[in-house]
Structures are given as C-alpha cells and as structure tokens.
C-alpha cells in the first residue's frame, strides 16, 4: 500500500501563484509515476500533469506552460509549482500514484484526499 497526503492548496487571486505538495509513504517501489488531476464543481475529473520516478512529464493542454510538475525521490515528494492562476483553475486538486499508463488515464492505483484550490479576487 502507497499512502499520498496533498497540502498547499488555498486562495489565490487572479495572477497568483501556489505550489502543491504531495508526500508519498509506503511501499513506494511499487510506483513509477505519480500525478496529478483535478475535479471542479459539477466536472469531470481531469488530468493535470504526469511525472515518471525518471523525470518524464506529460501536461494537459490547458496548463499552456503555466503549472511545473517536479518531484524530489529522496524525500519521496511530488509537487506541482501553478503559476499565472486564473478562475478557471479553481478545482479540488488530487495527486495519484502508479504505472504510468494507469496514472495518465485517471486509474491509478493510489489517491491522496485532495486539496482545494480557489482563484478569486
């Protein structure tokens, strides 16, 4: 079993920046890939960004070169660095561990709680 706990999430204004975290614990060595999706009001859940326990990312389209998925193994740590936050962006945020095929398609073996994220001005 994998264990994911988010914090970070919060209020920011238009323009606004905020940096996710994700802490893994457990038996990590069944993981090579962890993500990140988010779920607003009345939505789907959709992917965000993809990291491989490489380095490989995939993005969504709609981050458009605002949102950086980076992970640090020797703290087993996962965050997701948003920038240029816009209303649009408001959602619960989870991050997912797993394979990779498995975390892309939103099947992934592990899920945190979430951690909300609102823009607002």
């Known amino acids: 079993q994998v264990q994911l706990v988010e914090s970070g999430g919060g209020l920011v204004q238009p323009g606004g920046s905020l940096r996710l975290s994700c802490a893994a614990s457990?038996?990590?060595?069944?993981?090579?890939?962890m993500g990140w999706f988010r779920q607003a009001p009345g939505e789907e859940r959709e992917l965000v960004a993809v990291?491989?326990?490489?380095?490989?990312?995939n993005y969504a389209d709609f981050v458009e070169g605002r949102f950086t998925i980076s992970r640090d193994n020797s703290n087993n740590t996962m965050y997701l660095q948003m920038n240029d936050l816009k209303p649009k962006d408001t959602a619960n945020y989870y991050c997912?561990?797993?394979?990779?095929?498995?975390?892309?398609?939103?099947?992934?073996?592990?899920w945190g709680q979430g951690t909300q994220v609102t823009v607002s001005s």
């Open positions: 990291i491989s326990s490489g380095g490989r990312t």
């Open positions: 997912c561990a797993g394979t990779w095929s498995l975390v892309v398609l939103g099947a992934a073996d592990y």
């Open positions: 457990g038996n990590i060595f069944s993981i090579n890939a």
